[in-house]
């Protein structure tokens, strides 16, 4: 016997539709017999103020004839987004007024010493771009969009140019707060034939002074140290008078992986501590801190005799006359030949806020401090970053300094010799 189903209906559901009998003598409609369709008189969807400004402005036919002058009803936004909490500029502070009706604010340009033209116009900026897209290579000029970078592709002249190679892929697996390189925590496995590439080209575009980086690699057992140190062995070998400046990180505190780096081969080892102590937390990565950073330059300053060490400081980001004076003195007790100082720039909405823009005048202020505190270089300036200019400012100031030293070294012990000769 079939069991009863019991017919369940939801409480809050709409009354069901009587249904329609047929009687014996009621007719029946034909498929093609469809009653005229009636036109809709109101539309399910809530009209919006989007909307509503979308189907009053231009059609697509006067979108395409060309521009229109410019409406009274509609701001463009801008596409300024840093708005620093302080400016110590002696000139007027340049505003401007962005945003639809209604929904206006007030927005800081950035100062004239910051603005750079694009970059493109340069033969040899775009040589290196094409090369670089050939062979697979990456920048940190590129990825960290550096304004310098037509400047420095480009140089005085074809052996001055600085070119900043980024090894070990595009993409970090640290997060810090002012760099705008991909991060994730799996990126792709390193390319066995980079150090080969890179040492080609390289060697191909003929440059004076070349700066290697890398992103963080805290997936790799060694931090990436064994395929840095390749790579500088090969340019040496395809390039021997290129002079080579490695710009390394961390590696986790791993002072035995700085130490492959400083021997092998390069001229200037370099690593930023980009900030004061004070503001470390809040502005590199939680892997990273202040105290890491000056072993790893003092072990890369012990690595290898003469070998000269480098590192860089952002200004603007909140830090005090007291932090930076501190942050000097304990460079130096790490024996740091080389410090540069450059402004922090937002490079999007979601990285850190400048919180002032410094003036060229406290930059020089600066760079004379870190002379007198007994630095062997400083480079500082608004558009100053760790490899800006880096072949020049090392050719001038650091190898011929050297040099005049080697050479009063090398005559006193001449004299010493031939004093000794004549005694005997």
């Given at each position: 016997m079939?069991?009863?189903?019991t017919k369940?209906?939801?409480?809050?559901?709409?009354?069901l539709?009587?249904?329609?009998?047929?009687?014996?003598?009621s007719?029946?409609?034909?498929?093609?017999?469809?009653?005229?369709?009636?036109?809709?008189?109101?539309?399910?969807?809530r009209?919006?103020?989007f909307?509503?400004?979308l189907?009053?402005?231009?059609s697509l036919?006067?979108?395409?004839?060309?521009?229109?002058?410019p409406?009274?009803?509609?701001?463009p936004?801008s596409t300024?987004?840093?708005a620093?909490?302080k400016?110590?500029?002696?000139s007027?502070?340049?505003?401007?007024?962005?945003?639809?009706?209604g929904?206006?604010?007030?927005?800081?340009?950035?100062?004239?010493?910051?603005q750079?033209?694009?970059p493109?116009?340069?033969p040899a900026?775009k040589?290196?771009k094409?090369?670089?897209r050939?062979?697979?290579l990456?920048?940190?000029?590129?990825?960290?969009?550096?304004?310098?970078?037509?400047?420095?592709?480009?140089?005085?002249?074809k052996?001055?140019?600085?070119?900043?190679?980024?090894?070990?892929?595009?993409?970090?697996t640290?997060?810090?707060?002012?760099?705008?390189?991909?991060?994730s925590?799996?990126?792709?496995?390193l390319?066995?034939?980079?150090?080969?590439?890179?040492?080609?080209a390289?060697?191909?575009?003929g440059?004076?002074?070349?700066?290697?980086?890398?992103?963080d690699?805290?997936d790799?057992?060694?931090g990436?140290a064994?395929?840095f140190a390749?790579?500088?062995?090969?340019?040496?070998?395809?390039?021997?008078?290129m002079l080579?400046?490695?710009?390394t990180?961390?590696?986790?505190?791993?002072?035995?992986m700085?130490?492959?780096?400083?021997?092998?081969g390069?001229?200037?080892?370099?690593?930023?501590?980009e900030?004061?102590?004070?503001?470390?937390?809040?502005?590199r990565?939680?892997?990273?801190n202040?105290?890491?950073?000056?072993?790893?330059?003092q072990?890369?300053?012990?690595s290898k005799?003469g070998?000269?060490?480098?590192t860089?400081?952002?200004?603007g980001?909140?830090?005090s006359?007291?932090?930076l004076?501190?942050?000097?003195?304990?460079?130096r007790k790490?024996?740091?030949?080389?410090v540069?100082?450059?402004?922090?720039?937002?490079?999007?909405?979601?990285?850190m806020?400048?919180?002032?823009?410094?003036?060229?005048?406290?930059f020089?202020v600066?760079?004379q401090?870190a002379?007198?505190?007994?630095?062997?270089y400083?480079?500082?300036?608004?558009?100053?970053?760790?490899?800006?200019?880096?072949?020049e400012?090392f050719?001038?100031?650091?190898?011929?300094k050297r040099a005049?030293?080697?050479?009063?070294a090398?005559?006193?012990?001449a004299?010493?010799?031939?004093?000794?000769h004549?005694?005997?």
């Amino acid at each position: 016997m079939a069991s009863k189903v019991t017919k369940i209906r939801c409480l809050y559901a709409p009354p069901l539709a009587p249904r329609p009998y047929l009687l014996g003598n009621s007719s029946r409609a034909f498929a093609t017999e469809a009653s005229p369709p009636q036109s809709a008189t109101h539309s399910d969807r809530r009209s919006t103020t989007f909307n509503d400004r979308l189907n009053s402005g231009p059609s697509l036919d006067e979108f395409i004839s060309g521009p229109a002058p410019p409406s009274s009803e509609f701001t463009p936004p801008s596409t300024d987004f840093l708005a620093p909490t302080k400016s110590t500029s002696n000139s007027p502070t340049r505003t401007a007024t962005v945003g639809p009706p209604g929904r206006k604010r007030e927005v800081t340009r950035l100062p004239s010493w910051l603005q750079t033209p694009i970059p493109g116009a340069n033969p040899a900026y775009k040589k290196i771009k094409s090369d670089l897209r050939g062979l697979n290579l990456h920048t940190v000029c590129e990825e960290a969009r550096c304004p310098n970078i037509s400047d420095c592709w480009g140089g005085s002249d074809k052996s001055a140019a600085t070119a900043t190679i980024m090894l070990m892929g595009d993409t970090c697996t640290r997060g810090c707060r002012f760099c705008s390189v991909k991060t994730s925590r799996a990126p792709p496995p390193l390319d066995p034939h980079e150090p080969e590439h890179t040492a080609e080209a390289l060697k191909r575009w003929g440059l004076g002074y070349v700066v290697l980086t890398s992103v963080d690699r805290d997936d790799l057992a060694d931090g990436g140290a064994a395929h840095f140190a390749e790579t500088i062995m090969k340019i040496k070998t395809k390039a021997p008078a290129m002079l080579v400046e490695a710009l390394t990180g961390d590696y986790a505190g791993d002072l035995d992986m700085v130490q492959m780096v400083a021997r092998s081969g390069l001229d200037v080892y370099a690593h930023n501590v980009e900030t004061v102590e004070d503001l470390t937390p809040m502005v590199r990565d939680r892997r990273a801190n202040f105290r890491q950073s000056l072993r790893v330059l003092q072990r890369a300053k012990e690595s290898k005799e003469g070998l000269i060490t480098k590192t860089s400081i952002m200004l603007g980001l909140g830090e005090s006359e007291e932090q930076l004076w501190e942050t000097l003195k304990e460079l130096r007790k790490v024996d740091v030949d080389v410090v540069t100082f450059g402004q922090y720039m937002q490079p999007t909405k979601r990285h850190m806020k400048v919180h002032e823009y410094v003036t060229p005048e406290n930059f020089e202020v600066w760079r004379q401090r870190a002379l007198d505190m007994g630095f062997l270089y400083c480079a500082s300036g608004p558009l100053v970053r760790s490899s800006y200019k880096a072949g020049e400012a090392f050719i001038e100031n650091v190898i011929k300094k050297r040099a005049r030293k080697n050479q009063v070294a090398m005559a006193d012990t001449a004299r010493e010799t031939s004093s000794t000769h004549v005694y005997e």
